[in-house]
Nanobody
Framework: QVQLLESGGGAVPPGGSLTLSCATS????????MAWFRQAPGRRRAGVAA???????SYANAVEGRFTITKDDVKNILYLQMTDLKVEDSAMYYC????????????????????????WGQGTQVTVSS
């Protein structure tokens, strides 16, 4: 049974940092592409960063250079380190797994669209406010 459980969200001032974690179970990281998405009220769910079997990564333009996606294949945890946070980063953040593809090269977009991901966590809220 595939499960994803996010944690680490919270409230921080602009310029602050947070690290999100996603504990995964029911599959091997070597068989998946994993990603972080976010959704603000009234907005569509959008990809933030993705990582594949080999550790190759991709980022949305809005977070490039500020966010880092990593994974621990032994502990089965996906991370999103966020620095220099901006008010516009406020959203519910979700981790997701695509168990059909395991390389980012299989997708046509740098950060795969949410339609490709079959498994989702429940989300963790990030609020950036002064």
């Amino acid at each position: 049974q595939v499960q994803l459980l996010e944690s680490g969200g919270g409230a921080v001032p602009p310029g602050g940092s947070l690290t999100l974690s996603c504990a995964t179970s029911g599959f091997h990281h070597s068989s998946a592409v994993m990603a972080w998405f976010r959704q603000a009220p009234g907005r569509r769910r959008a990809g933030v960063a993705a990582i594949d079997r080999d550790g190759c990564t991709s980022y949305a333009n809005a977070v490039e250079g500020r966010f880092t996606i990593t994974k621990d294949d032994v502990k089965n945890i996906l991370y999103l380190q966020m620095t220099d946070l901006k008010v516009e980063d406020s959203a519910m953040y979700y981790c997701a797994a695509d168990l059909i593809r395991n390389l980012l090269s299989y997708y046509s977009d740098p950060v795969p669209d949410k339609i490709n991901f079959e498994y989702w966590g429940q989300g963790t809220q990030v609020t950036v406010s002064s």
